[in-house]
């Protein structure tokens, strides 16, 4: 800054030295990124590696804490629970993000081929429950599927075709299902206008061309849509998996983890054990094996992809 | 020429497909499948709020003795609405002013560091770009056990510190990456010209970068507020008696609240919700839509 003013005054420094004095001015770096960092550091980065400190003791902070060496991994690999959400944690992963991917993509498609005019407003119809929190949806599905003392919509479709009402949240297979059309339902719409842009970016000849040759809907879709939104969908596949692996409001307000532990991934699992059992050390030791399974996947997602582009 | 060429763009470019080009007298009856499908998502997206809508209206004896698609007896009883209210004020208050402030901190801080990472010329910038992307990768529950302790042990617990705090530290990732990649589409020269009239960085910053950013604010401001409106787990950890629980948490504890589940004051308080969210959104949808389908291609 007194730089700047000495070129006014004097005219000696050239516009290249003025520039790089002021916008170099180490001073006004600090002022304008000095609170973000240290928010940012202080408020995520310190945690993080404080988290991994956490997992050599036992222990909370109203108990207190002790020393418990590598105590802690070796619980992980004897913790019976561990596996179960594990599993179900990449079970869901799995499925959500197929799913979401999936249905989206078929939204998409409806878009782009079947719906021209009028179709903002139900593109901008399905992206509201994208907004909405998700307890408030989780609590409308709850409702919505229930058994008794009321007798949900859904069950009743059931008993009006005949059927026999179900207790959806009575059994894993059925409580999961809920939870996965629950997810569904309400990302559906996201996925649709992400991979509706992709597939506007298709250019118009391609689709011409195959068309004036007489290629089927079906043949256009297989042969141009689909190889040529590829990118888009890969990167749709990476956004959900990552949101996916690390999912616990949905599954926390729908089916707390239940029936019994049924549904409980990881996050779940160490929110229970950090603030219902106290145990910080083992909640943290929960929190890590998660991040390494995210870095992990991510990981493997961008070699594959990688390998991918290179052969395409 | 020109006509005809402009013509045909247009027309590919709202209607791709072969369909268009045969206008033959069964072309409904080939558009049917089409538009049983548009009906059918129409249904399943509309049915559910609708009817929580409904719901909103009836009475304890119409949930339990009633038919569940049956519509309520009268739309002007708010009864449900005024015992949801008592309690759902104070927690839309307490969401507001955790909301808030967080928003604010979040735009001004990200913002300037935007402007400090992508304008200004030091070393080291590269780094601390990856420093701030590398939050993506770190699941919420890594950071939950250490603040909960500072919290606990600086005494802000039982206040709405602990969830100002957090929150700002949590959207400054996406936002400040989204500023830094908006400030690298405006030309240098405009920053440059400033300084060259005298402008400090500082003041170019104040009054040229961020007004020249409005609008990609707005966007970021928007999609931050349902990010952390919405929010239940950092809420969740971090609330330890009524007084302070935002909407999310509130609504969770709603029903435990009398015992018995009140479906009608339970209902009225998921539709308060909804409809909040829902008025912003018919004002605001093309920019949600866009702003959040950015977030996730940068993410």
Redesign the interface.
């Known amino acids: 800054?007194p730089a700047?003013?000495a070129a006014?005054g004097t005219g000696t420094l050239t516009?290249g030295q003025?520039?790089?004095s002021?916008?170099?001015?180490?001073r006004?770096?600090a002022?304008?990124?000095g609170?973000?960092?240290l928010?940012?550091s202080?408020?995520?980065?310190?945690?993080?590696l404080?988290?991994l400190g956490?997992t050599f003791f036992i222990g909370s902070?109203?108990s207190g804490f002790s020393w418990a060496g590598t105590a802690n991994f070796g619980k992980l690999l004897d913790d019976p629970a561990l596996p179960t959400a594990l599993w179900f944690t990449v079970k869901y992963a799995v499925v959500i993000t197929v799913g979401q991917v999936l249905v989206g993509y078929l939204?998409a498609l409806?878009y782009?081929?079947?719906?021209?005019?009028g179709g903002a407003v139900?593109?901008?119809?399905?992206?509201?429950?994208?907004?909405?929190?998700?307890?408030?949806v989780a609590?409308?599905?709850q409702?919505?599927f229930e058994y008794a003392?009321?007798?949900?919509?859904v069950?009743?479709l059931i008993e009006a075709f005949g059927g026999t009402g179900v207790d959806w949240f009575s059994t894993p297979g059925n409580a999961f299902l809920v939870v996965a059309m629950m997810d569904i339902?309400r990302s559906m719409?996201?996925y649709a206008?992400?991979l509706y842009?992709g597939l506007l970016d298709?250019p118009?000849e391609m689709?011409?061309a195959a068309?004036m040759d007489g290629?089927?809907?079906w043949r256009?879709i297989r042969s141009i849509v689909v190889p040529l939104s590829l990118p888009v969908l890969v990167?749709?596949l990476v956004?959900s998996i990552?949101g996916t692996?690390?999912a616990?409001?949905s599954i926390?307000?729908l089916t707390g983890g239940g029936p019994g532990s049924a549904t409980t991934p990881l996050?779940l699992y160490?929110?229970q054990t950090?603030?219902a059992y106290g145990d910080?050390g083992y909640?943290?030791t929960?929190?890590?094996t998660?991040?390494v399974l995210?870095?992990l996947v991510?990981v493997f997602i961008f070699r594959a992809t990688r390998r991918d582009l290179a052969q395409g | 020429m020109t006509i005809t060429s402009h013509r045909g763009k247009t027309r590919t470019a709202a209607a791709p497909g072969p369909n268009r080009r045969r206008r033959d007298p069964h072309r409904l009856l080939r558009r049917l499948p089409g538009h049983i499908c548009v009906a059918l998502l129409l249904i399943v997206v509309a049915y559910p709020l609708v009817w929580l809508f409904l719901g909103s209206f009836k009475t304890q004896d119409e949930f339990l003795n009633g038919s569940a698609t049956a519509l309520p007896e009268s739309f002007t009883n708010f009864d449900n609405y005024t015992t949801a209210w008592s309690s759902v004020a104070i927690y839309l208050r307490n969401s507001l002013l955790t909301v808030l402030p967080s928003l604010a901190l979040i735009v001004i801080l990200g913002t300037a560091a935007g402007f400090a990472l992508e304008v200004l010329v030091w070393k080291g910038r590269q780094t601390t770009l990856l420093l701030f992307l590398a939050d993506i990768m770190i699941p919420g529950q890594m950071i939950l056990l250490p603040l909960f302790t500072v919290y606990f042990q600086l005494h802000l617990t039982g206040t709405l510190w602990p969830l100002i705090i957090t929150y700002t530290a949590t959207g400054l990732s996406l936002t400040v990456f989204m500023m830094a990649t908006y400030f690298r589409a405006i030309p240098r020269g405009v920053f440059e010209a400033a300084t060259l009239d005298g402008a400090t960085i500082i003041r170019s910053f104040v009054s040229i970068g961020f007004p020249m950013m409005r609008n990609s604010v707005l966007t970021i401001a928007l999609v931050q507020f349902f990010f952390l409106w919405n929010d239940l787990l950092i809420a969740l950890t971090f609330t330890t008696d009524d007084a302070q629980r935002t909407v999310q948490v509130g609504l969770l504890n709603f029903t435990g609240q009398f015992g018995v589940v009140e479906y009608g004051p339970t209902f009225a308080a998921i539709c308060i919700n909804v409809l909040l969210i829902l008025a912003i959104y018919i004002f605001l949808n093309q920019r949600v839509m866009r702003g959040l389908a950015a977030g996730a291609v940068k993410g």
């Not at chain 1, 002021?22 to 180490?26: A, C, K, T």
């Not at chain 1, 782009?112 to 005019?117: E, G, H, N």
């Not at chain 1, 003392?149 to 919509?153: A, E, L, M, S, V």
């Open positions: 800054m700047a003013r006014a516009k003025l520039m790089h002021v916008l170099g001015d180490r006004s770096v002022i304008l990124l609170p973000a960092l928010v940012y202080l408020g995520r980065l310190v945690p993080m404080w988290s956490y902070v109203i939204l409806l782009v081929f079947f719906l021209r005019r139900i593109r901008t119809l399905v992206f509201f429950p994208v907004i909405l929190p998700t307890v408030a609590l409308l599905f409702k919505f003392p009321q007798t949900g919509p069950n009743a339902w719409g996201f206008v992400l842009a298709i118009d689709m011409e068309a290629a089927s809907t256009l990167s749709s956004f990552n692996l690390k616990f409001d926390y307000a996050t160490m929110y950090s603030f910080y909640g943290s929960i929190a890590l998660l991040t995210c870095l991510t």
